[in-house]
């Protein structure tokens, strides 16, 4: 399979009074054609700046890519012009949100909201568009199309507008999807619905997804290839299975293991004390060095690197320095 | 189990919808349509339920923040919507509530210690000088530190600010605590140490909760009892191994599959239910959950089911468990 999207050391920054937030330090991954990469990790820790940025959304004067490359269909999209931007943003690369209440607009029918692409990238007449955004709420498993089409946002529920996001995203057959906590804010029942058509709309087209998440349930369902991040770095990564088998890194260790699980009986969750520190106060140590419990001298002066391990896992965490170097 | 400390009796909470100039009542919402329970001291009684299910409107109105519109709230066998106010007053330390977002329910310009202690002073439950000692007890049993008396509710992160919530409910030194959603918004590694810290103030205050939650798999961890609801409708109810092993209610049972499960490439049978949670200004008639029941027969559309008892402490509404 091919790397449709290679990032390498991207890091994106924001400019405080109070000082520089690393909130992308040096990140980089591929996703490939027809794959899904679940990026996760609690809140603040860059995931969805990650994608903004991806999407060269990031907005100035205070929040600046500082550094690295997108890789697209062998463009970088760093270097590449607005206008060229604007022609591959919801054409080649869409994106749903986590609020699709805030990302439709109200005074505006779904339908057009749907046809709005279709006629700008895909150079549709506005009958065709109509049609087209008619097959596309059906698709998305919306009965009376016709009738939604012609409706608009506040007459639909959370799960109905989530899929019609997931409508207009699709609807210039993206070769690749960002997903940015989809089903954050459904029902249970309404997220399996939602996942159902992510999941049906990738095997229809080939699209690559890259879903952004922190249910390590919503990961082990629909990913492909996992990135743990914590505080703007990526601390482990790895296939899916791999890396619920064998988790490596202390927090995608703790994270697993804190989770309640249907079936499974504890009399004490485990909890990672502590919390997310201060992305102003980062030093040179390893992030996570003040939370773990297997924090060494080394950890507290020295940030690790990423080391491969086997089967194509990456871990940055100073245990596994030894492991690392055997697997050069 | 002894006296029940808590019994909800039929308990119904209409809203009505109001249209026109003169604000005619055209309809009624209704949230909560005829639930009764009883919790137990010492138990943690959970209530989960899709949103718009009625759960939170369950809470506000057996502590009199709704007023009913029917049916009775009993606590340690007393009336609380017949209570006179200054006498629920009196009662009201005893029942506390805990709210998903406590950011939203602390005065953004009182510090976090006379936050909590505010209460205390209010219901003339210690006296000025015992305040400082209470507070920083609470503060210390929920995972606060001294130093946080004197800082404001926007110094802190959601996890910490979920603390000061738990310990404002409990500084009144409550015997029942509801709390509505109060993991929802919180990241996974700390939902687990909020988690842990209401079942460590259980084991050493005694207390008793009803846990009103979305997640199942937070409320199998810590309840033991547990009643699904469905458009202001109590569907199933029982202890919860009953209603994990053996679910009878197909919603119980959509809502468990639905639930997405941190083991990769794991091939579960799941049913997806179609379409969403209808109007509860205009749910359907007989079964509520029949328009969305893969397994509806004619009768569901007609009659609504009795919500029998089952076996075991089991109770389910349905036709055809």
């Known amino acids: 399979m091919n790397a ?20 992308v330090d040096d990140i980089s991954f591929r996703i490939r054609e027809g794959e ?47 206008e060229e931007m604007r022609r591959i943003r919801g054409n080649e690369i869409s994106m749903i949100f986590q609020e699709p209440m805030s990302s439709l607009n109200p005074v505006i029918t779904i339908g057009k909201q749907i046809m709005e692409p279709l006629m700008l990238h895909k150079k549709m007449s506005r009958k065709q568009a109509y049609a087209r955004a008619v097959e596309l709420i059906e698709m998305v498993g919306i009965p009376r199309a016709e009738q939604i089409a012609n409706a608009y946002p506040h007459e639909l529920s959370g799960g109905m507008l989530q899929r019609i996001m997931i409508a207009i995203a699709i609807s210039c057959g993206p070769k690749l999807l960002i997903a940015d906590e989809p089903t954050t804010a459904l029902d249970v029942t309404i997220q399996a619905q939602v996942l159902e058509i992510l999941r049906k709309s990738k095997e229809q087209s080939n699209m690559s997804i890259m879903l952004i998440t ?21 601390v482990e990564k790895g296939e899916v299975v791999e890396l619920f088998e064998r988790p490596k890194h202390p927090y995608t260790r703790g994270l697993l293991k804190s989770k309640p699980v249907i079936g499974q009986r504890r009399d004490e969750l485990y909890s990672i004390p502590g919390q997310v520190p201060n992305p102003l106060e980062l030093t040179e140590s390893c992030y996570f060095h003040d939370r773990c419990e297997h924090c060494m001298a080394v950890c507290e002066t020295r940030q690790p690197k990423l080391t491969k391990l086997e089967n194509g896992h990456q871990v940055a965490c100073w245990l596994y320095e030894e492991e690392g170097r055997q697997h050069g | 189990m002894g006296e029940p400390l808590l019994e909800v009796r039929h308990l119904k909470k209409y809203f009505p919808i ?22 137990y001291p010492g138990e943690t009684f959970g209530l989960v ?42 009662l009201r330390p005893k029942m506390q509530y805990i709210f998903q977002d406590p950011y939203s329910s602390l005065n953004p310009r009182i510090r976090v210690g006379d936050a909590i202690g505010e209460a205390l002073v209010d219901h003339g439950l210690a006296a000025k000088e015992e305040v400082r000692d209470r507070v920083l007890e609470v503060m210390e ?16 992160s959601g996890g910490q600010r ?25 990241d996974v590694s700390i939902q687990a140490q909020i988690i842990n810290l209401f079942r460590k103030l259980q084991q050493t205050r005694g207390l008793t909760y009803l846990f009103i939650s979305h997640d199942l798999s937070v409320v199998e961890h810590l309840c033991t009892r547990i009643g699904v609801m469905y458009l202001g409708s109590m569907m199933e109810m029982a202890p919860r191994d009953e209603l994990f092993l053996r679910p009878l209610h197909p919603y119980t ?11 990769p490439k794991l091939k579960r049978e799941r049913i997806v239910l179609e379409g969403d949670i209808p109007s509860p200004a205009n749910p359907p008639a007989g079964c509520k959950f029949h328009t969305r029941c893969p397994f509806a027969v004619a009768k569901c559309k007609e009659q609504k089911p009795e919500f029998r008892h089952a076996g075991n402490d089991h109770y389910v509404a349905c036709h055809l468990a």
């Open chain 2, 162 to 186: 979920q603390r000061i919530g738990i310990a404002r409910a409990l500084a009144l030194n409550p015997d029942f605590i509801i709390a509505d959603e109060p993991v929802s918004a919180l």
């Open chain 1, 4 to 23: 449709l999207l290679e990032v390498n050391h991207l890091s994106t920054h924001f400019h405080t009074g109070a000082g520089i937030i690393k909130a």
């Open chain 2, 49 to 90: 339920g899709e949103s718009g299910s009625g759960k939170s409107t369950v809470g506000r109105t057996i502590l009199r923040l709704h007023e009913k519109t029917g049916g009775e709230v009993l606590f340690k066998g007393i009336s609380i919507h017949d209570l006179p106010k200054p006498e629920l007053r009196k």
């Open chain 1, 36 to 82: 899904t990469v679940c990026i996760v990790g609690e809140s603040g820790c860059g995931k969805s700046i990650t994608a903004m940025s991806i999407m060269r959304l990031i907005e100035g004067p205070y929040g600046k890519i500082a550094g690295g490359e997108i890789v697209f269909g062998g463009r970088d999209l760093l270097k590449i012009s607005k």
């Open chain 2, 141 to 156: 049993a929920c995972g606060l530190s001294a130093y946080h008396y004197h800082r404001f509710p926007h110094e802190f």
């Open chain 2, 18 to 39: 109001t249209a026109g100039l003169l604000n005619k009542t055209v309809g009624y919402v209704k949230a909560v349509d005829d639930i009764s329970f009883t919790i």
């Open chain 1, 214 to 234: 922190h249910d390590l349930g919503v990961v082990a369902e629909m990913a492909d290839y996992v990135i743990v991040m914590y505080a703007g770095k990526i």
């Open chain 2, 253 to 263: 049972k959509a809502l468990l599959s639905a639930v997405p499960v941190p083991v």
